[in-house]
């Protein structure tokens, strides 16, 4: 993995002749006890704690991405553990907010060809990877070439672009909760006899550096560890390029860069538009593999904008009660006449909103009464024909909605929908004509109930929130430059309602 994380993978550096620059560098700290020994499952989370601070009690001023494959069998089907709220919790200190990335864990016993994808969709992530703050990663692959003589006859069980034949998803999970993993990325193959079980062989593994280096100088790698490590090395040049963003924003930028390859692609398309079978794929493939190059730049023709903002979600009225405060309306500045030129031409809209929630001491409910999130938030976007003002109407009445149950209405002509509002990391699609995204140039987060207000003998529910937003309009095919305009422009205008 230490040689994934700085390198990504070997081959094509060793083929090529450039120089490799590292700009960050690389910590390790062990957890696992010697093989004789056992950690307590209940010190799993404090075990993790004191590994982070070893760490960071070496280098305080350092920016970091924690990245950890070591996981742990739960029946907990996405319902949080000590170990999941502990990794919560360290994300969301207030002193130090950390970005924490997390293997979903791999299928442990032998697979067959015709079980690929089926056993994927059955098999939860492993524990801890349901935090909710943390960046979850799955595996993915493009290594479908054979070239090795002794496995002639062999073929990969899983197609180029598929999901990696060992990775876990959330696919059995109960509807209410996170979206696991996020992203995938690279964790390589298995091949297949026809007759055996699936095996890992070089050709379909991620080459990388071997351990002790006086006995040779590689080996190979799999599976979400692999892709764990490629996460990590992502989180660290972004983090490199941008050291000024939140942890919040990091793992927003990997989200948000993210796109199905050609194979997940088509299994979206062919629901046509079926929501429940979307979000089945969604909670196998996450949000796609991420992309480096799209998460620190926009081109002439694909605008992103960044906000990184906060709000008081809620306040006391009186006694022992609480009420939701605050509200953000984000006015953006989009460049309305190159829109509006292109008229019917097909656009497209993508938003990602990443906040961390405080997990709730002592429970791991759903229940109002026993939420385990300190708060939430969503977004809304403006429609082409509504007013500012029956825009903020529009958001009042959906969070009224869903803190009484009702559902929450906003996500119709969204890909995802109102799926989108699990956990703390939410993002959506929408597409339509160039003329019609020209006046959707509003977007509301607006706060939802959590522990923080439920329960205000705790004394949070003055806390603040504060939350990353990422927009992006994208005209693919189309030849028109809506990115000066908005780099001239001032900065995006932002109101408060309370």
């Known amino acids: ?52 601070a070893r760490a960071e009690v070496q280098a305080p001023e350092r920016r970091r991405a924690i990245a950890m494959a070591v996981t742990s069998a739960s029946p907990a089907r996405g319902r949080p553990t000590s170990w999941s709220a502990a990794i919560d919790q360290l994300c969301f200190e207030e002193e130090q907010r950390r970005l924490i990335v997390l293997s979903a864990g791999n299928i442990g016993d032998d697979l067959m060809p015709a079980e690929h994808l089926t056993r994927n969709d059955l098999e939860a992530v492993d524990d801890p990877s349901q935090a909710w703050n943390a960046l979850t990663v799955g595996a993915f692959t493009e290594k479908v070439d ?26 059995v999970w109960d509807r209410q909760w996170p979206v696991k993993p ?6 390589g193959n298995l091949a297949h006899d026809g007759v055996l079980p699936g095996e890992p062989i070089d050709d379909l593994q991620i080459l990388t550096t071997f351990y002790r280096p006086e006995l040779r100088h590689f080996t190979t790698l799999g599976d979400t560890s692999a892709a764990t490590a490629h996460a990590a090395r992502m989180a660290g040049l972004i983090l490199s390029a941008r050291p000024e963003l ?132 969503r977004f809304r976007v403006k429609s082409a024909t509504e007013t500012v003002d029956e825009f903020r109407a529009r958001i009042n009445q959906a969070a009224r909605d869903e803190e009484e149950g009702a559902p929450a209405g906003g996500g119709e002509e969204w890909l995802l929908g109102t799926f989108r509002d699990r956990g703390s990391l939410h993002a959506d699609f929408w597409s339509g004509s160039a003329a019609d995204l020209a006046e959707r140039d509003a977007i509301g987060v607006f706060p939802v109930g959590g522990w923080w207000k439920e329960k205000p003998y705790l004394e949070r529910v003055d806390a603040l929130a504060r939350y990353a937003l990422i927009v992006t309009i994208r005209a693919p095919g189309v030849d028109v430059d809506i990115f000066t305009p908005v780099e001239a422009a001032l900065t995006v205008e932002t109101s408060v309602e309370t």
């Open 146 to 171: 054979i070239i090795d003589t002794d496995f002639a006859g062999y073929a990969p069980i899983a197609p180029v672009g598929e999901l990696s034949p060992r990775s876990r998803t959330s696919v």
């Open 246 to 377: 939140w942890p919040e924003t990091v793992r927003a930028l990997i989200v948000h860069s993210a796109e199905w390859t050609p194979a997940m692609r088509a299994r979206i398309d062919a629901c046509n538009g079926a929501k429940g079978e979307i979000q089945a794929l969604v909670r196998r493939y996450g949000y796609g593999v991420p992309d480096l190059g799209r998460a620190l730049l926009s081109t002439v023709n694909d605008l992103t904008l960044i906000v990184e903002d906060e709000l008081q979600p809620f306040q006391r009225e009186g006694g022992a009660a609480a009420k939701t405060r605050d509200m953000k309306l984000h006015r953006l500045p989009w460049p309305k006449e190159q829109l509006a030129a292109l008229g019917a031409a097909q656009v497209e809209l993508r938003v990602t909103l990443s906040y961390f929630i405080e997990p709730n001491p002592g429970e791991r409910g759903w229940t109002r009464r026993h939420r385990y999130a300190s708060h939430g938030l």
């Open 182 to 187: 996020e992203v995938v990325f690279e964790g």
């Open 1 to 52: 993995m230490a040689g994934v994380g700085l390198y990504g993978d070997l081959v094509p550096l060793l083929v090529g002749g450039d120089p490799v620059p590292l700009p960050f560098r690389l910590e390790s700290v062990r957890i696992l006890p010697p093989e004789d020994e056992a950690n307590d499952p209940e010190l799993y989370g404090a075990i993790t704690a004191e590994a982070i």
